[in-house]
Nanobody, 112 residues
Framework: EVQLVESGGGLVQAGGSLRLSCAAS????????IGWFRQAPGKEREGVSC????????YYGDSVKGRFTISSDNAKNTVYLQMNSLKPGDTAVYYC?????WGQGTQVTVAS
């Protein structure tokens, strides 16, 4: 059974940093595309970033380009999202997803 578990969220001041982790299990972690999404209260879910293991390609939403970095550690079956220069607008629940499977989410709150 595929499972995705996010961690690393919390409360941070504007301009600060957080690193989110998405620990994956239940599938072979050598050929995958895993994405990070976020949803703020009253807003639609938004794609943040994605990594494709087949060629190492990455994608970033316009609102996070230059501030967020996605990476993976295949030995740990984990995908990371390094978030720098955080803004109050980044406040949301962050989810990782793989082939229609979703984690439970981790709350990120950025105080102004």
């Amino acid at each position: 059974e595929v499972q995705l578990v996010e961690s690393g969220g919390g409360l941070v001041q504007a301009g600060g940093s957080l690193r989110l982790s998405c620990a994956a299990s239940g599938f072979t972690f050598d050929d995958y595309a895993i994405g990070w999404f976020r949803q703020a209260p009253g807003k639609e879910r938004e794609g943040v970033s994605c990594i494709n293991s087949s060629d190492g390609s990455t994608y970033y939403g316009d609102s996070v380009k230059g501030r967020f970095t996605i990476s993976s550690d295949n030995a740990k079956n984990t995908v990371y999202l390094q978030m720098n220069s955080l803004k109050p607008g980044d406040t949301a629940v962050y989810y990782c997803a793989y082939l229609g499977y979703w984690g439970q989410g981790t709350q990120v709150t950025v105080a102004s």
